[in-house]
């Protein structure tokens, strides 16, 4: 139902050949094969990792309403469905019950029908990255407050499985300025996704008030 966007992917696994070869001794002789070292393998970077959160971020500016205006994703739902993709407003707030974590409402249209989300976002060490926590610790969340003014603009952005998705949240559906929109197009060419892999979302019919039958609780997830 309303987890249709979320996508999974594999990872791949590096090989490497190793190689052998001979050299000459004294006297003409053939010395024993020596195995040529293998080369040292890099240390496995995520891509989120490549991109730090705002300086100082501060979380309790961050709270309050937020719409999604734009996407720039891979994911192969969007890829396939991004034109008849519905609006979406996300909600965060602090818990009074913990200072290290921020709870996430997401309230968007599937089949005509209003649905609300609540996921709850751990705060890390470093401000402004948060975790998403999955069933099992490789289907984690990671996110990123990768830019933000707290009044009109966000750009946040969430990897799962080594693959990285960005979010253009507005304060209002109305705010959504030429520059700005220009901005998130170049981070996103960053990360290798063009225009193709641009996804607007519309500017109207959010939803209101969602009963609580169409209320799916990922606290603490899902």
């Known amino acids: 139902?309303?987890?249709?966007?979320?996508?999974?992917?594999?990872?791949?696994?590096?090989?490497?050949?190793?190689?052998?070869?001979?050299?000459?001794?004294?006297?003409?002789?053939?010395?024993?094969?020596?195995?040529?070292?293998?080369?040292?393998?890099?240390?496995?970077?995520?891509?989120?990792?490549?991109?730090?959160?705002?300086?100082?971020?501060?979380?309790?500016?961050?709270?309050?309403?937020?719409?999604?205006?734009?996407?720039?994703?891979?994911?192969?739902?969007?890829?396939?469905?991004?034109?008849?993709?519905?609006?979406?407003?996300?909600?965060?707030?602090?818990?009074?019950?913990?200072?290290?974590?921020?709870?996430?409402?997401?309230?968007?249209?599937?089949?005509?029908q209003c649905w609300e989300i609540l996921q709850m976002y751990h705060l890390t060490a470093t401000p402004g990255r948060l975790t998403l926590p999955g069933p099992r610790p490789e289907l984690n969340t990671d996110i990123v407050i990768g830019e933000t003014d707290y009044s009109s603009y966000a750009i946040m952005y969430y990897q799962k499985q080594g693959k990285i998705t960005m979010k253009l949240?507005?304060?209002?559906?109305?705010?959504?300025?030429?520059?700005?929109?220009?901005?998130?197009?170049?981070l996103a060419e960053k990360q290798a996704m063009g225009l193709a892999y641009l996804f607007p979302f519309p500017t109207y019919s959010h939803c209101g008030d969602v009963d609580q039958d169409h209320k799916i609780d990922c606290v603490p997830t899902c």
Not at 48 to 68: C, E, S
Request: charged content about 20%; glycine content about 6%.
């Open 169 to 186: 949240y507005g304060r209002s559906v109305g705010n959504l300025s030429e520059p700005l929109l220009t901005k998130f197009e170049q």
């Open 1 to 112: 139902m309303a987890g249709v966007w979320r996508c999974m992917i594999t990872v791949a696994v590096l090989m490497f050949v190793c190689l052998w070869g001979a050299t000459e001794a004294v006297g003409g002789a053939k010395s024993r094969p020596r195995p040529k070292r293998r080369p040292r393998k890099k240390p496995k970077v995520d891509p989120i990792d490549l991109t730090p959160p705002q300086t100082n971020i501060n979380i309790q500016q961050m709270t309050g309403t937020w719409y999604l205006l734009n996407t720039a994703s891979k994911c192969s739902f969007l890829i396939n469905h991004g034109t008849k993709v519905e609006p979406t407003v996300m909600t965060l707030t602090l818990p009074t019950t913990s200072d290290q974590s921020l709870l996430v409402s997401t309230k968007t249209r599937h089949n005509y």
